[in-house]
């Protein structure tokens, strides 16, 4: 397996000078483009990684993944999807789309910053609390007590924060999102910038294809089974349809160049790499996982 | 079996007096909202039927998956998903969104009217050509010669076709569509009209299944893959998103009240109810999905 | 005033180069982009000549304002505007913007090719007899019983008019449009195709100039003030609003580089210079028309 | 002329019934929705007033011509209109309409708040310096320097802002507005909460139909006619269009109540009555004005 990822690495990387490291706040700026790394943890907990797999980074989208689950778990399914949809869309992330309209409008999905930033006002708590809360349950699921936030990156994504601030003060204004604004929004930029490698990735992977089993979950079967479909649907941004023709393993990306994947019953996948597509995902990372999943059958529209 | 099938058509069709039949065209209207049938059909060729499963009634947007193969055999994917992509979205099928705006736009989805006309026009042959290789291959699929189109449900189709007519001329317009535009609407409505029933339908759904295996289809099982893919994605109209979620069978519903199912490597199912929810989708047959899902475990996302 | 007019048309003439001539249907595009031409006429039937004011060219968008009084005089102004608005908007001239959307939907004004096809079709008559009437109605103000239709520009309109019949079905879609829709474009590209020169241009604006009088138009001087008020709003296509602050003459554009130009109680004015600005209006005509506004300060807003 | 006034207001303050007194800051809510008033200043300076012309009420969205004035004053034409348009629109006032687009977009006109809370980010001066500015013209062109801001609204708007507040952040997200956002929305209440009666709007209406004379205004004539004709085009909310064709008359409305009118070289008016219509205008207000502009040949496209 190592041997597999080693040379997917070497056959792919470069293609990264195809792509662009993030840069709308400096400090996903610096990453080094040619990084790549990427991690698969089995079932029996046999960890397999390759090139920059213990490269820091921080969650950013991926983190929507785990505040879906939380305001799941705090709220109720109805109440959730009261407030944000489970539809897939081809609008960008940070789509505006159809705010504008008179009739009775949610986000389409909690993979939109939109619907995630209802999803993390779900969440019990007030302010940090809810990150905490988010970052407590990836220690937990990691077994992993370091990870903690980035605060140089939380910092400038609060600063630079003008059209996640719009969306928000929108929400409100529609009455999908109770409270302070700039409290949940605080929670938000906190949530994002939680640092971790793709070992941990791999772990949280591992955690939603093993069904949530051993954690005390509260319907975790069903919760895991609908973060993969979710995520099967709009986990890459507007590149979604296309990885799930391509690649067909649920996963989610974030703008820092991680991958989450997850193939149900089998293996939990973290990817580094911050070279981004126009889409916002890994650009070697997609490549990998495509390849990846055609060399272990990883498909599951299959 | 036949009365698992037959225990979840007793307990659910009642939920038809919450759907409506389509009305769009008066021949559609005639249908009796309480009918519900199903057919399953195993690897090894087992048929099993419950309720009004020998009903016939028309594909209507079923036929867009046959249509895809035909226009993806004929052009090849390169051409193909360059005029029509395969991204999942929250619009209405027979939506203009964006068809308004000046860069560079194509359909979302082959799922959708303004998606599934292009892929027609792909088809070779001129005119009703396109929709005899259509019915060709059902017909070869199927095994039976006496599928065909059923010709009052043609002509009321051709009848009332102001919006697909507006596509279709918006298409050519953006230089998506060649040729004869009615021609192409021709063949478009010709395919909607094909007259199968619950048994054939499970048939084609087993094709899909067993990954086009024992028919001459180049690439079968990529083409199967690509299908299951894309119905997943968006095969039920608006709903796709929380068909997924709850459901988790590759579907292609029509608005004759049939649903096509696809369990890879497993089964192919064929639904029917006329009566519609608010999506377009048979009522009692979503249900009925769903609980044979969680009975049968056909869920590809658990 | 011809001294005035020669100063204009030398002075501005050289603009037309940053002007490019409409080239969608072949005809148009054969027309020379250096040519200008402007003619004014006052209340005693005075008529002011200058550069080649007496060059033949189609009436295009300008027919639009003929359209809608006829339609005014056939159904009354409660029908009218039920079935198109009196709204300026900033959407593009064949603008499908909003005709998705499922809520109570009417074209914003009949300056809009949608608009205008609505205005059209409830002229009375059927096909050809409509634009006969928009026809008569222009030899009879201009008392120039040449004027015809351009049979080269109807022919090619006719052919390349996917977009408007797109609209056109759509509009019917809606309830919006009654009765054939391939008459109602055939008479709509008729009058879109009617010649004439910047004399017959300047009588037709001293017509509204002059509020329909000596002619037997029932309400002819609401009639008159009512196209007046929808020129000054939309009837420059996307750059109304900029002429309204620049130039201030209630005014009416075609892509074939004619302006008509009405002057309340004082002046009818007609424009013809093939250069177009991106608007789709003449753009030596509309530079000439705000200086000419300026030195005969025939600004109504002043 | 208090006669027509008078008989005007009987003739027509049944009407308000089918109006509705704002209610989205509970201080606009207490409003009598019976109240009417009406006063005309002609440019001798004679004053005529009739109903409750001398109540009180907030400037609301009148404000916003005001602060255009003193954009463009304090920036240039070239800067302001660089960063918003003249165009009208058919969108609502708060619409975000466009705003999710990739290309350049900038707010149509300055009357949408999107645009206002442009011009008022270019006044000169910090926060509530730019608000003081245009409290100062106001009393300096009314000489009434008892004018000032109404605590209570200001409080209830900058509280009660969140639709506002989203479009300032996303305006300077498109790089359309500089600085604190958190000022300049301070700036745009207050400004919003300038109280007046009847007698200020119609000393304002004079100022701008004397085309600024003996007023210290660089380009005084020039300012005039640029407020007069954005007036004319959107100073309505989404009911401009109508407006101009039925009164014809340039004029500002707020929620308040008011509206501002503008004869050019002949009246100034000021009109109270708070009861709206479904667009935000005075009910009673725009039917008087209908009648007034008809009884006195206002309509300047007449």
Redesign the interface.
């Known amino acids: 397996m190592e041997k597999l990822l080693k040379r997917l690495i070497e056959k792919n990387k470069h293609m990264a000078r195809h792509g662009k490291v993030a840069s709308y706040i400096p400090v996903l700026g610096k990453a080094s483009p040619n990084d790549i790394g990427i991690c698969i943890m089995d079932m029996d907990g046999n960890i397999y990684g390759s090139g920059n797999y213990r490269n820091k980074f921080t969650l950013q989208s991926i983190s929507k993944v785990m505040a879906l689950i939380l305001a799941l778990l705090d709220r109720g399914e109805e109440e959730v999807f009261s407030k944000v949809?489970?539809?897939?869309?081809?609008?960008a992330f940070n789509?505006?789309?159809r705010?504008?309209?008179?009739?009775k409008w949610i986000p389409?999905?909690p993979m939109l910053n939109s619907g995630a930033i209802i999803t993390t006002s779900l969440i019990k708590g007030k302010g940090r609390e809810k990150s905490d809360r988010i970052l407590e349950l990836i220690r937990d699921i990691t077994s992993n007590f370091n990870i903690d936030y980035e605060e140089e990156t939380y910092r400038s994504e609060k600063k630079t924060a003008?059209?996640n601030?719009?969306?928000?003060?929108?929400l409100?204004?529609m009455n999908l999102l109770d409270g302070n604004?700039e409290e949940v929004l605080d929670a938000y930029f906190r949530q994002c910038s939680i640092e971790v490698d793709c070992v941990d990735l791999a772990r949280i992977g591992l955690f939603f294809a093993n069904k949530c089993k051993s954690y005390n979950i509260e319907r975790g079967e069903h919760m895991a089974?609908?973060a993969?479909?979710?995520m099967?649907?709009?986990g890459m941004y507007?590149f979604?349809?296309?990885y799930?023709?391509k690649v067909?393993v649920?996963s989610k990306s974030g703008v820092s160049g991680g991958i989450l994947g997850v193939v149900?019953n089998r293996f939990g996948i973290g990817v580094y790499g911050p070279a981004l597509d126009r889409y916002g995902n890994s650009i070697v990372g997609c490549k990998i996982m495509e390849e990846l999943s055609k060399e272990l059958n990883l498909?599951?529209?299959?």
Not at 85 to 91: F, L, N
Not at 165 to 170: D, F, G, Q, T, W
Not at 299 to 302: A, L, R, V
């Open positions: 949809g489970m539809k897939p869309t081809t609008e789509s505006l789309y705010m504008d309209l008179p009739d389409s999905n003008d059209r601030r719009a969306i928000a003060y929108l409100r204004d604004v089974t609908l993969v479909t979710i099967s649907l709009c507007g979604s349809g296309e799930a023709v067909g649920p149900p498909n599951i529209f299959e």
